[in-house]
């Protein structure tokens, strides 16, 4: 129907309606339009744009209302069914609370503490090896290469970060503090082997140390990245 | 999933079978002055068929066993195989059985493998 039929009711403005494709048009430019055939049309003058106004107006509203109204009770009956139903299956949602780890307190690799600590990213990572037979379009096996846990730690102390040498090996440690002001984290990654440093100064902003560690196990069976709440 | 003997030896990992070609053996004498040659058909040969894969196990006792288990296979006698499509090869000999990676160990212990076989026509 006219898409502005629902407005004109509303704020009460006039539209044009062209009579072959019972659309309703904005009034705007349209003086002097097509008026459709045996309706009454009056005209305002003196506004800047061309107002007209058709009986059939009235009897279109009218319709519409009706259709409203028993598009409402329909969705009345609609909910009637629903609710009742959602009402039973509800159950209420048990209370989590989820620590914020938002500041990282300290960073240590081994004695050498890793002043001004930005960010740190743990990974651990292993090469996926998918394999298929034949008559298979999917893979039907998956393997995993040796999974290696890795660690890039970036600060602005990079003093402390030059004086490292690469293949030092020492237990990293990361202190974290949850945002509510709880407990906090602490990281360990054992046998961290220092595999990369990286220094980048960069215009009007403080240079940045980025460190990347490699995790040994000692024995290949103990998983070298430990973390827990602090207590 | 294929079958030699209609044992499921190899159901526990993925794996092809890659049939190589029939060939025809052939004596050819040429003769000085001569053009042309002379081709002795001496009949069809045996072919190549290889198979690889990965045999899987939740240990590494088990996973021996099932490559213990292909290798009773070679005994010098012929077998049939039917690979995943349905299809078969028949007079088959398993010449070779090669683990051609060290055990691994990830999601269960498991080894790629190589299988060759030769097909009497």
Avoid at chain 1, 168 to 196: H, K, P, Y
Avoid at chain 2, 88 to 108: C, D, H, N, V, W
């Amino acid at each position: 129907m006219c898409r502005f039929l629902s407005r004109c009711v509303r704020q009460g403005s006039a539209h044009a309606i062209n009579d072959k494709s019972a659309k309703c048009i904005k009034s705007r430019d349209r003086k002097g339009a097509d008026t459709p055939a045996g309706g009454y049309v009056k005209t305002w003058a003196g506004n800047r744009r061309a107002q007209f106004q058709i009986c059939n107006f009235k009897l279109q509203i009218e319709k519409q209302k009706k259709k409203k109204k028993k598009k409402k009770k329909k969705k009345k009956k609609k909910h009637t069914g629903k609710m009742p139903m959602l009402r039973t299956t509800a159950t209420a949602a048990p209370e989590k609370t989820m620590e914020r780890y938002t500041h990282i307190e300290s960073a240590a690799f081994g004695e050498t503490v890793l002043p001004l600590p930005m960010s740190v990213r743990l990974s651990r990572r292993a090469e996926a090896m998918a394999a298929g037979g034949d008559n298979e379009i999917f893979a039907t096996a998956v393997q995993l290469a040796r999974p290696t846990i890795t660690a890039e730690v970036r600060i602005r102390g990079i003093a402390a970060a030059e004086g490292l040498a690469l293949g030092a090996q020492a237990t990293l440690v990361i202190a974290i503090a949850s945002a509510s002001g709880g407990a906090g984290r602490t990281i360990t990654l054992d046998g961290a082997v220092l595999t990369s440093l990286d220094v980048e100064y960069e215009q009007r902003s403080p240079a940045t140390a980025i460190l990347k560690f490699v995790a040994q196990a000692d024995d290949g069976a103990t998983d070298p990245f430990t973390s827990e709440e602090n207590q | 999933m294929s079958r030699l003997d209609a044992q499921d030896l190899f159901s526990s990992g993925p794996h092809t079978i890659k049939p190589g070609a029939w060939q025809r053996s052939l004596e050819r004498r040429s003769f000085p002055g001569i053009n042309g040659e002379l081709v002795l058909d001496l009949g069809l040969r045996a072919r190549t068929v290889t198979q690889s894969g990965w045999l899987q196990a939740a240990s590494a006792e088990e996973l021996a066993e099932k490559m213990s288990a292909v290798e009773v296979y070679l005994d010098g006698r012929t077998h049939t195989l039917v690979d995943s499509h349905g299809l078969i090869y028949q007079k088959m000999i398993l010449e070779a059985f090669e683990p051609t990676s060290p055990i691994r160990r990830s999601r269960g212990f498991w080894c790629e493998y190589t299988c060759r076989y030769l097909q009497l026509p």
